[in-house]
Antibody, heavy 118, light 109 residues
Framework: EVQLVESGGGLVQPGGSLRLSCAAS????????MSWVRQAPGKGLEWVAN????????YYVDSVKGRFTISRDNAKNSLYLQMNSLRAEDTAVYYC???????????WGQGTLVTVSS | SYVLTQPPSVSVAPGQTARITCGGN??????VHWYQQKPGQAPVLVVY???DRPSGIPERFSGSNSGNTATLTISRVEAGDEADYYC????????????FGGGTKLTVL
Protein backbone atom coordinates (compact mmCIF):
# COMPACT_ATOMS: atom_id res chain seq x y z
CA GLU A 1 0.00 0.00 0.00
CA VAL A 2 1.34 3.41 -0.98
CA GLN A 3 1.82 5.75 1.97
CA LEU A 4 3.03 9.33 2.11
CA VAL A 5 3.27 10.77 5.61
CA GLU A 6 4.08 14.44 6.10
CA SER A 7 5.50 15.94 9.27
CA GLY A 8 7.12 19.13 10.50
CA GLY A 9 4.23 21.56 10.30
CA GLY A 10 3.32 23.94 13.08
CA LEU A 11 3.05 27.55 14.18
CA VAL A 12 5.89 29.86 13.18
CA GLN A 13 6.34 33.62 13.31
CA PRO A 14 6.63 35.70 10.14
CA GLY A 15 10.20 35.62 8.89
CA GLY A 16 10.82 32.26 10.52
CA SER A 17 11.78 28.90 9.06
CA LEU A 18 10.33 25.42 9.00
CA ARG A 19 11.36 22.13 7.43
CA LEU A 20 8.70 19.74 6.22
CA SER A 21 9.37 16.05 5.70
CA CYS A 22 7.48 13.36 3.79
CA ALA A 23 8.15 9.69 4.45
CA ALA A 24 7.25 7.42 1.54
CA SER A 25 6.55 3.70 1.50
CA UNK A 26 4.81 1.10 -0.64
CA UNK A 27 6.38 2.13 -3.94
CA UNK A 28 9.79 2.60 -5.53
CA UNK A 29 10.45 6.13 -4.30
CA UNK A 30 13.48 6.70 -6.50
CA UNK A 31 11.38 6.13 -9.63
CA UNK A 32 8.88 8.90 -8.92
CA UNK A 33 8.73 12.63 -9.37
CA MET A 34 7.81 14.20 -6.05
CA SER A 35 5.89 17.39 -5.39
CA TRP A 36 4.59 19.73 -2.73
CA VAL A 37 1.12 21.19 -3.13
CA ARG A 38 -0.51 23.53 -0.62
CA GLN A 39 -4.03 24.57 0.24
CA ALA A 40 -4.76 27.73 2.21
CA PRO A 41 -7.71 27.50 4.61
CA GLY A 42 -10.94 27.36 2.64
CA LYS A 43 -9.11 27.79 -0.67
CA GLY A 44 -8.11 25.67 -3.64
CA LEU A 45 -4.99 23.70 -4.46
CA GLU A 46 -1.75 25.46 -5.35
CA TRP A 47 1.33 23.73 -6.70
CA VAL A 48 4.51 24.69 -4.80
CA ALA A 49 7.44 22.64 -6.13
CA ASN A 50 8.51 19.53 -8.06
CA UNK A 51 11.70 17.48 -7.96
CA UNK A 52 12.89 14.88 -10.44
CA UNK A 53 13.65 11.30 -9.49
CA UNK A 54 17.39 11.89 -9.07
CA UNK A 55 17.05 15.44 -7.74
CA UNK A 56 18.68 16.94 -10.83
CA UNK A 57 15.69 19.13 -11.72
CA UNK A 58 13.69 21.30 -9.36
CA TYR A 59 10.87 23.70 -10.13
CA TYR A 60 9.08 26.24 -7.96
CA VAL A 61 6.07 28.52 -8.13
CA ASP A 62 7.22 32.14 -8.39
CA SER A 63 5.88 33.12 -4.96
CA VAL A 64 8.30 30.78 -3.14
CA LYS A 65 11.39 31.04 -5.35
CA GLY A 66 14.43 32.01 -3.29
CA ARG A 67 12.65 31.17 -0.03
CA PHE A 68 11.74 27.47 -0.31
CA THR A 69 13.99 24.55 -1.26
CA ILE A 70 12.76 21.11 -2.24
CA SER A 71 15.06 18.13 -1.78
CA ARG A 72 14.95 14.36 -1.47
CA ASP A 73 16.94 11.48 -0.02
CA ASN A 74 16.27 8.35 -2.04
CA ALA A 75 18.20 6.21 0.43
CA LYS A 76 15.74 7.25 3.13
CA ASN A 77 12.64 7.35 0.89
CA SER A 78 12.08 10.90 2.04
CA LEU A 79 11.10 14.25 0.57
CA TYR A 80 11.76 17.60 2.20
CA LEU A 81 10.70 21.22 1.92
CA GLN A 82 12.89 23.82 3.62
CA MET A 83 10.84 26.98 4.07
CA ASN A 84 12.59 30.23 4.99
CA SER A 85 11.40 33.83 5.33
CA LEU A 86 7.86 32.61 5.92
CA ARG A 87 4.95 34.96 5.35
CA ALA A 88 1.36 34.97 6.51
CA GLU A 89 0.27 34.01 2.99
CA ASP A 90 2.26 30.77 3.28
CA THR A 91 -0.26 29.54 5.84
CA ALA A 92 -1.74 26.34 4.41
CA VAL A 93 -1.94 22.59 4.56
CA TYR A 94 1.07 21.25 2.69
CA TYR A 95 0.62 18.00 0.82
CA CYS A 96 3.34 15.69 -0.41
CA UNK A 97 2.46 14.03 -3.73
CA UNK A 98 4.07 11.59 -6.14
CA UNK A 99 3.82 10.59 -9.78
CA UNK A 100 5.73 8.46 -12.26
CA UNK A 101 5.53 11.36 -14.65
CA UNK A 102 5.98 15.01 -13.79
CA UNK A 103 2.59 15.99 -15.14
CA UNK A 104 0.22 14.81 -12.40
CA UNK A 105 0.11 13.27 -8.92
CA UNK A 106 -0.97 9.67 -8.51
CA UNK A 107 -0.65 9.59 -4.73
CA TRP A 108 -1.07 12.18 -1.99
CA GLY A 109 -0.25 12.34 1.69
CA GLN A 110 -2.70 13.57 4.33
CA GLY A 111 -0.98 16.91 4.68
CA THR A 112 0.64 18.95 7.43
CA LEU A 113 -0.60 22.35 8.56
CA VAL A 114 1.75 25.33 8.54
CA THR A 115 0.53 28.47 10.29
CA VAL A 116 2.53 31.67 9.96
CA SER A 117 1.39 34.16 12.57
CA SER A 118 2.72 36.38 15.33
CA SER B 1 0.36 32.18 -17.14
CA TYR B 2 -2.22 29.58 -18.08
CA VAL B 3 -5.62 29.86 -16.37
CA LEU B 4 -8.18 27.12 -15.75
CA THR B 5 -11.78 28.15 -15.01
CA GLN B 6 -14.27 25.92 -13.19
CA PRO B 7 -17.83 26.68 -12.01
CA PRO B 8 -17.86 27.15 -8.23
CA SER B 9 -20.68 24.69 -7.74
CA VAL B 10 -22.71 21.98 -9.43
CA SER B 11 -25.78 20.30 -7.96
CA VAL B 12 -27.33 17.02 -9.02
CA ALA B 13 -29.87 14.55 -7.70
CA PRO B 14 -28.80 11.00 -6.80
CA GLY B 15 -28.79 8.70 -9.81
CA GLN B 16 -28.41 11.55 -12.27
CA THR B 17 -25.34 12.61 -14.25
CA ALA B 18 -23.03 15.40 -13.10
CA ARG B 19 -20.84 17.28 -15.53
CA ILE B 20 -18.06 19.51 -14.23
CA THR B 21 -16.31 21.71 -16.76
CA CYS B 22 -12.80 23.11 -16.87
CA GLY B 23 -12.15 25.90 -19.32
CA GLY B 24 -8.80 27.00 -20.69
CA ASN B 25 -7.33 28.46 -23.86
CA UNK B 26 -7.00 25.55 -26.30
CA UNK B 27 -7.10 23.12 -23.39
CA UNK B 28 -7.78 20.34 -25.89
CA UNK B 29 -4.09 20.43 -26.77
CA UNK B 30 -3.12 19.60 -23.18
CA UNK B 31 -3.63 16.57 -20.97
CA VAL B 32 -6.12 17.23 -18.17
CA HIS B 33 -6.19 15.50 -14.82
CA TRP B 34 -8.98 15.52 -12.23
CA TYR B 35 -8.86 15.19 -8.43
CA GLN B 36 -11.61 14.58 -5.91
CA GLN B 37 -11.25 16.06 -2.44
CA LYS B 38 -13.69 15.29 0.36
CA PRO B 39 -13.82 17.53 3.45
CA GLY B 40 -10.79 17.10 5.68
CA GLN B 41 -9.16 14.63 3.30
CA ALA B 42 -6.34 14.65 0.80
CA PRO B 43 -7.07 14.89 -2.92
CA VAL B 44 -7.51 11.66 -4.87
CA LEU B 45 -6.75 11.29 -8.57
CA VAL B 46 -9.93 10.18 -10.36
CA VAL B 47 -9.07 10.81 -14.03
CA TYR B 48 -5.70 11.35 -15.72
CA UNK B 49 -4.66 12.11 -19.28
CA UNK B 50 -8.12 13.44 -20.13
CA UNK B 51 -10.04 10.17 -19.81
CA ASP B 52 -8.05 7.40 -18.10
CA ARG B 53 -9.03 6.09 -14.69
CA PRO B 54 -6.59 4.92 -12.00
CA SER B 55 -7.23 1.47 -10.63
CA GLY B 56 -9.95 1.49 -8.01
CA ILE B 57 -11.86 4.43 -9.47
CA PRO B 58 -15.40 3.45 -10.54
CA GLU B 59 -16.31 3.44 -14.22
CA ARG B 60 -18.94 6.04 -13.35
CA PHE B 61 -16.13 8.60 -13.53
CA SER B 62 -15.12 9.61 -17.05
CA GLY B 63 -13.45 12.53 -18.76
CA SER B 64 -13.28 14.27 -22.09
CA ASN B 65 -11.30 17.17 -23.52
CA SER B 66 -11.75 19.19 -26.69
CA GLY B 67 -11.36 22.74 -27.86
CA ASN B 68 -11.44 25.10 -24.90
CA THR B 69 -13.27 22.82 -22.45
CA ALA B 70 -12.49 19.64 -20.54
CA THR B 71 -15.30 17.83 -18.75
CA LEU B 72 -15.46 15.41 -15.85
CA THR B 73 -18.63 13.33 -16.03
CA ILE B 74 -19.95 11.38 -13.07
CA SER B 75 -22.76 8.98 -13.98
CA ARG B 76 -25.30 7.58 -11.55
CA VAL B 77 -24.22 10.03 -8.89
CA GLU B 78 -24.15 8.77 -5.30
CA ALA B 79 -24.20 10.66 -2.02
CA GLY B 80 -20.56 9.63 -1.50
CA ASP B 81 -19.52 11.57 -4.62
CA GLU B 82 -20.20 14.87 -2.85
CA ALA B 83 -16.82 16.61 -2.80
CA ASP B 84 -14.69 19.32 -4.34
CA TYR B 85 -13.29 18.51 -7.76
CA TYR B 86 -10.19 20.12 -9.26
CA CYS B 87 -8.87 19.99 -12.80
CA UNK B 88 -5.13 20.30 -13.40
CA UNK B 89 -2.75 20.59 -16.34
CA UNK B 90 0.99 20.67 -16.77
CA UNK B 91 1.94 24.00 -18.34
CA UNK B 92 5.08 23.17 -20.27
CA UNK B 93 5.26 26.70 -21.69
CA UNK B 94 6.12 28.33 -18.40
CA UNK B 95 7.79 27.68 -15.08
CA UNK B 96 4.37 27.27 -13.48
CA UNK B 97 4.50 23.55 -13.80
CA UNK B 98 1.15 22.55 -12.44
CA UNK B 99 -1.92 24.71 -12.89
CA PHE B 100 -5.07 23.90 -10.94
CA GLY B 101 -8.57 25.10 -11.59
CA GLY B 102 -10.31 26.90 -8.75
CA GLY B 103 -12.36 23.83 -7.86
CA THR B 104 -16.03 22.87 -8.13
CA LYS B 105 -18.16 21.88 -5.17
CA LEU B 106 -20.42 18.99 -6.19
CA THR B 107 -23.58 18.85 -4.10
CA VAL B 108 -25.78 15.77 -4.20
CA LEU B 109 -29.33 16.93 -3.53
Amino acid sequence: EVQLVESGGGLVQPGGSLRLSCAASGFTFSSYWMSWVRQAPGKGLEWVANIKQDGSEKYYVDSVKGRFTISRDNAKNSLYLQMNSLRAEDTAVYYCASGLEMVYASYWGQGTLVTVSS
Amino acid sequence: SYVLTQPPSVSVAPGQTARITCGGNNIGSKSVHWYQQKPGQAPVLVVYDDSDRPSGIPERFSGSNSGNTATLTISRVEAGDEADYYCQVWDSSSDLHWVFGGGTKLTVL
